[in-house]
């Protein structure tokens, strides 16, 4: 850092509302100087983000899909190659997406890395985000293309019949524009992944790129391209059939979790959750493993319940908790989802999951 860019970095931290022309008639140079200065600030990763976000300010980013959920509930009994009287529903969705509205209405300073289409469905999405303070500054919005669509069906039971996912546009977040924002990256306090996003991205990321990885297994066929890079990877949250197909063996009995968890993390993983719904989840760290179940609950809505899992549980490893407290934090935002009629829980703080956590939780 140059003696100029020092005195430009003093000025804006003391007010980060300074215009470039206040700072250059403080300075006594051109406003062009400046703006040259603070570019070089930013390529040189001391100044992140607009609003003059230093390298300092803690932050997370969340690189994944995103997209618009559309579900259509029938009144009553479904009839197929019919047109059903019901009700349609739209909400901001995709497992990053949720992630990271997650981790926002936990106070955490969020940055979306995703693909949207400059549409309807695009402005929804971030406008959305905007209310929680979820950031899509370093998400690619393009225009004259269609936002990433998710359609399901579901029957009279709330039950799913079909679903038709449109997420052509998640596959064109490749390397070249993830390496726009690198020292952005770098610079996180650590980064969470879905398995959404293309193979050849993932592997730039983990291979490339160091940092702390929190990793959303997504589904028994997506987990399949992180097998070999589980060495990279700080956390990976997987449910039982995304773990079964990593280790290469049926999970039935606790011995087979214990023995898949071993394996894994023999692989180099620092930390694995499995997800077992209403079974509870198993944790592994180390020497250490445990597992959790709580008390039997009415479901109102599961989707959603792993994402919010998923963005409690980066949460709570971000604060340095242990395994045994994040499992538990991480279990007590998931019901809260599965209690909630919305796929993100407006209950979502950090003082409802810790009252969830005491009244509900056996062992």
Known sequence: MTPRERQIMDLIKKNPRMSQSEIAKCLEIKRSSVAAHIANLTSKGYILGRGYLFREDPYVVVIGGANMDIRGIPKGQLKMKDSNPGFVQSSPGGVGRNISENLARLKNRVYMMCMLGDDQWGRSIIEEGQKVGLSYEKSYILPGRQTPVYLEILDEKKDMLTAINDMALVDELDPDKVMNHRSFIENASYLVLDTNLPEKTLQYLLKN?????????????????????????????????????????????????????????????????????????????????????????????????GDAFTGALAHALGEEKSLKESLYFAMGASRLALKSEKTNADELTVEKIEKEMKEVFVC
């Open 209 to 305: 790129i160091p940092q702390k990885y929190i990793v959303d297994g997504v589904s028994s066929i997506k987990v399949e391209k992180i097998r070999d890079k589980l060495s990279h990877i700080h956390l990976l949250k997987v449910n039982e059939y995304e773990a079964a197909v990593l280790a290469g063996r049926d999970l039935n009995e606790a011995k087979d979790y214990l023995e898949a968890g071993k394996m894994l993390l023999d692989q180099g993983l620092e930390y694995l959750v499995i997800t077992c719904g209403k079974e509870g989840a198993w944790g592994f760290h180390k020497g250490e493993s445990l597992r959790l179940k709580g008390k039997d609950l009415v479901v109102k809505n599961a989707t959603g319940a």
